[in-house]
């Protein structure tokens, strides 16, 4: 299951497009960001990649990040964005992106977004999972040690979590099968219409 949660009618002047695959540790970020950039023969990132090492070190002992740690985080995917959208790329950002002002950080990766508009060749697609799920799927991640953050930072994430109607974000049901995730995603009118 998918809805829209309103998206502004004006589209950005920008060629390029970026889609953040957006939502708490264990959504699914990396799996569906990986799966639709192959699909669409696209670059993909993973938000993960560009944590600095004291942030990781941080998240491994169980200390949530403060803003003062987040925001040169953001600022480097920004860059990264930017990139791809100057170069009239399609790029997949797998990103938590919990508060509007974190995305307005990613949203300024399109050099004709205008703060607060939300209109910007940036979109943003929420996985949606309850807390049940998502602790099930940390402790497993954890036990295969695959991920330096531990289920104990999940509240702190899912506290932060917050989505106006008015963002435009696109929300999808996360405990369905990666294919079906994917398939939904393909069917929102921003992967086939330019930014």
Request: proline share 3%; charged share 25%.
């Amino acid at each position: 299951m998918c809805r829209l949660l309103q998206v502004p009618s004006m589209a950005s002047d920008f060629k390029g497009k970026a889609i953040v695959i957006m939502g708490v540790s264990g959504a699914g970020k990396s799996t569906i960001g990986e799966i639709l950039a192959r699909d669409l023969k696209c670059k993909y990132l993973d938000a993960d990649d560009f944590h600095s090492l004291s942030n990781k070190e941080k998240m491994r002992q169980g200390i949530p990040l403060s803003d003062e740690d987040r925001i040169p985080w953001l600022k480097s995917l920004q860059d990264a964005l930017r990139e791809s959208l100057i170069g009239g790329e399609t790029v997949i950002l797998g990103c938590s992106a919990l508060r509007n002002k974190y995305r307005e950080i990613l949203r300024s990766a399109d050099p004709y977004y205008k703060l607060g508009s939300y209109v910007s060749a940036v979109k943003f697609v929420l996985l949606d999972v309850g807390a049940e799920v998502l602790a099930d799927r940390l402790n497993k991640r954890a036990a295969e040690g695959k991920h330096f953050m531990p289920a104990t930072l999940l509240q702190s994430q899912l506290d932060l979590l917050h989505i106006d109607d008015f963002e435009g974000i696109y929300k999808v049901d996360a405990t369905q099968s990666p294919e079906a995730i994917v398939n939904a995603l393909k069917s929102f009118d921003f992967m086939t219409k330019s930014a």
